[in-house]
């Protein structure tokens, strides 16, 4: 993690091991390699206690069951300790069964949010990233919020960004 944007607790189910190569194949830019990995594919969902969070979250837990992929999850509201917001625990309690759940991870206090988003998409290779995003004026209809951009710009894998209205 370039930034060291997130802070790993022990809370979840364990994934798989997950093994990555670097290569660089036909149709890449040489000298820029991309990673070929064998393990868990993972939806990344970044969450915090607001509308846009949960249903980030139950979009991303929909994506993983459709997917039949792995579930990691970035709290966004640093934390003290290694509780879980109780918000958090309950929908982790509606995860089905067939989606296995990484360690919950926090950002750390000083990370920017978006550099937390992409460093630990990067750090569990996600496949997709899912963020909320709220309502903007008349004006910010036309604009994207800074960190949505950053994250749309940024991101190793493609970005599903959902309104609070999803449930």
Excluded: W
């Excluded at 249903?55 to 992929?69: L, W, Y």
């Excluded at 008349?138 to 800074?146: D, M, N, W």
């Excluded at 951009?149 to 991101?155: E, G, K, M, R, Y």
């Amino acid at each position: 993690m370039p930034h060291g944007g997130a802070v790993s607790r022990g809370i979840g189910r364990l994934p798989e091991t997950l093994t990555c190569e670097r290569v660089s194949p036909a149709g890449v830019t040489p000298g820029e390699p991309v990673r070929r990995c064998k393990g868990p594919m993972t939806v990344l969902v970044a969450y915090n206690e607001s509308p846009q969070g949960e249903a980030a979250m139950r979009a991303a837990v929909s994506e993983a069951v459709r997917r039949k992929q792995e579930l990691a999850v970035l709290v966004l509201t640093p934390q003290v300790g290694t509780a879980v917001p109780a918000s958090l625990a309950h929908l982790l309690d509606t995860v089905p069964n067939t989606v296995q759940v990484a360690p919950i991870t926090f950002r750390a206090e000083q990370a920017d949010v978006a550099d937390a988003i992409v460093d630990r998409a990067e750090a569990v290779s996600a496949d997709l990233v899912v963020i909320g995003s709220r309502k903007h004026s008349t004006v910010g209809t036309f604009l994207v919020g800074s960190t949505t951009q950053q994250v749309l710009l940024d991101s190793p894998a493609p970005v599903l960004v959902v309104k609070a209205s999803y449930a």
